[in-house]
Nanobody
Framework: QVQLQESGPGLVKSSQTLSVTCTVSDGADTTTHRYWSWIRQPPGKGLEWIGTIDFSGSANYSPSLQSRTSISRETSKNQFTLQLRSVTPEDTAVYYC?????WGQGTQVTVSS
């Protein structure tokens, strides 16, 4: 059974960098997962795709967030990490990770002004 668990800071101050990590637990080699994504949902809004890193390490980002976003993967730890720089209160959201369609439960990140 595939399980994904996000971990994050909970609260971040404006202008700082938000970092959220997803750990994948499924008893299998992480290379069995091909696409690793981050998605967020601001309060009262729909889901917003942030970016995806694939099995080769190549990443693609939402154009609206690309200048502030980095996604990296550490296969030895079965983890991948989102970094979002220069955050503002508009970045307040529940952040979800996804691996080939499997979802984590999400982690709330609030950006204070």
């Amino acid at each position: 059974q595939v399980q994904l668990q996000e971990s994050g800071p909970g609260l971040v101050k404006s202008s700082q960098t938000l970092s959220v990590t997803c750990t994948v637990s499924d008893g299998a080699d992480t290379t069995t997962h091909r696409y690793w994504s981050w998605i967020r949902q601001p309060p009262g809004k729909g889901l917003e795709w942030i970016g995806t890193i694939d099995f080769s390490g190549s990443a693609n980002y939402s154009p609206s967030l690309q200048s502030r976003t980095s996604i990296s993967r550490e296969t030895s730890k079965n983890q991948f990490t989102l970094q979002l720089r220069s955050v503002t209160p508009e970045d307040t959201a529940v952040y979800y990770c996804n691996a080939d369609g499997y979802w984590g439960q999400g982690t709330q990140v609030t950006v204070s002004s």
